[in-house]
């Protein structure tokens, strides 16, 4: 076993009865074992057996459930990952604009005082369309309901594109709601 060394050249292994320098603690015992973990995964990734590209960029969004009564998903591709990101018509500045003014602050939530983001993350299909419109992070139900509402209007965008191919691409987008 290799022993390890800090940046002064101190052992960090402690031997039986050795004591180490003040501030140095020996691996524990987790700590070894993932070490251990992470060894096999690196060499399994050389072997040609770790997880692909494809799959770690991809993630499944939930479509309900099957007449079994299973759930059902689809595979779409996460933002970061794709090659071309799809864009709402004008770009980001014009994204809020039409949320600031399609947005209507719920009444009991506004005479509460009840503020902040509603996180949302949907779906940019092949076609441009929205879908799959879900809340990630809510702060009050009605707030929830009309970031939906209001996502749900939106007209369509430019699809996201990876190697020159239209995918489907799920796109997080936060709503805030300010007194």
């Given amino acids: ?13 402690k031997k039986k009865g050795q004591r180490l320098p003040r501030g140095i603690r020996p691996p524990r015992k987790t700590e070894k074992a993932m070490r251990l973990i992470l060894g096999i995964l690196i060499a399994a990734g050389m072997a040609g057996t770790a997880v692909t590209p494809a799959s770690s960029q991809t993630c499944r969004v939930n479509v309900g459930t099957t007449t079994t009564g299973s759930a059902s998903y689809i595979e779409v591709y996460e933002y970061d990952y794709v ?54 992070r809510g702060v009050n139900p009605s707030l929830n309901k009309e970031a939906i509402r209001v996502l749900s209007m939106m007209p ?16 997080v987008w936060s709503v805030p709601f300010r007194r």
């Fill in 1 to 13: 076993m290799l022993c390890k060394k800090d940046n002064s050249g101190v052992n960090l292994h």
């Fill in 83 to 136: 090659t071309e990101k799809p864009t709402f018509p004008g770009g980001d500045t014009q994204l809020m604009k039409f949320i600031n003014n399609n947005r209507v602050y719920p009444k009991d939530a506004y005479k509460k005082g009840i503020q902040g983001r509603v996180t949302c993350s949907f779906v940019v299909n092949t076609d441009g369309s929205v879908s799959h419109i879900s809340v990630i």
């Fill in 156 to 171: 369509e965008w430019k699809p996201g594109k990876l190697d020159g191919q239209t995918v489907p691409t799920r796109v």
